[in-house]
Nanobody, 127 residues
Framework: VQLQASGGGLVQAGGSLRLSCVAS????????AGWFRQASGKEREFVSR????????YYADSVKGQFTISRDNANYTVILEMNSLKPEDTAVYSC?????????????????????WGQGTQVTVSS
């Protein structure tokens, strides 16, 4: 499945952005999906994950209460609403689909579940 992320941009601290990840095919609706981010010079890190139904979500501690993940399976889309943005949220944000069928909630933050990745969208938060 091909994924297309969009919605990044430049925003002042305290502002909001809404990232979208649109898939190329309906099978995406059967997969868990996640968002990851990579700041310049740092390792890619987990941000959030949502189950195929949207009924279960996971967040990195650093974004809990600040970001909200959701999905619209009718439109093959996963959304990441980002509020109260901080300069440390600056990164390239990428979405991914869990094509593994082996997901273990004990390691919900792991990249190993994701077999399909979209290109990233840059989020820059100015102070």
């Amino acid at each position: 499945v091909q994924l297309q992320a969009s919605g990044g941009g430049l925003v002042q601290a305290g502002g909001s952005l809404r990232l979208s990840c649109v898939a190329s095919e309906r099978t995406f609706s059967n997969y868990g999906a996640g968002w990851f981010r990579q700041a310049s010079g740092k390792e890619r890190e987990f941000v959030s994950r949502i189950s195929w139904s949207g009924g279960t979500t996971y967040y990195a501690d650093s974004v809990k209460g600040q970001f909200t993940i959701s999905r619209d399976n009718a439109n093959y889309t996963v959304i990441l609403e980002m509020n109260s943005l901080k300069p440390e949220d600056t990164a390239v944000y990428s979405c991914a689909a869990d094509t593994s069928s082996r997901f273990n909630p004990g390691s919900y933050y792991s990249e190993k579940w994701y077999g399909s990745w979209g290109q990233g969208t840059q989020v820059t938060v100015s102070s």
